[in-house]
Nanobody, 123 residues
């Protein structure tokens, strides 16, 4: 069983930055891949970024490449999403997700989800 708790969301002006954190309660954190997804009002939840259990592989949605960076600290069971140059269209609830199978995570079918943290980018 994996429990995920997100934090770091909030209100920021366009062009600003936020850092989201996801802390996982799992005995074998080093064996799960972690990803971030987001759901904007009235839209479907979509993939944002993911990182493999070792940190050696990371993937990003085209819309956030260059602006967002995902990283993990396996000593703290934590994954962070650094979001720079934020745009109003980045406004969404951001969810942390986990799965032992990296491809399932990237394809949007992770087994475990957090409760989400809202991000609002004002223009």
């Amino acid at each position: 069983q994996v429990q995920l708790v997100e934090s770091g969301g909030g209100l920021v002006q366009a062009g600003g930055s936020l850092r989201l954190s996801c802390v996982a309660s799992v005995r074998t954190f080093t064996r799960v891949a972690i990803g971030w997804f987001r759901q904007a009002p009235g839209k479907e939840r979509i993939f944002v970024a993911s990182i493999s259990w070792s940190g050696g592989q990371a993937n990003y949605a085209d819309s956030v490449k260059v602006r967002f960076t995902i990283s993990r600290d396996n000593t703290k069971n934590t994954v962070e999403l650094q979001m720079n140059s934020l745009l109003p269209e980045d406004t969404a609830v951001y969810y942390c997700a986990a799965d032992a199978r990296y491809q399932w995570l990237v394809s949007g079918r992770p087994t475990y989800w957090g409760q989400g943290t809202p991000v609002t980018v004002s223009s």
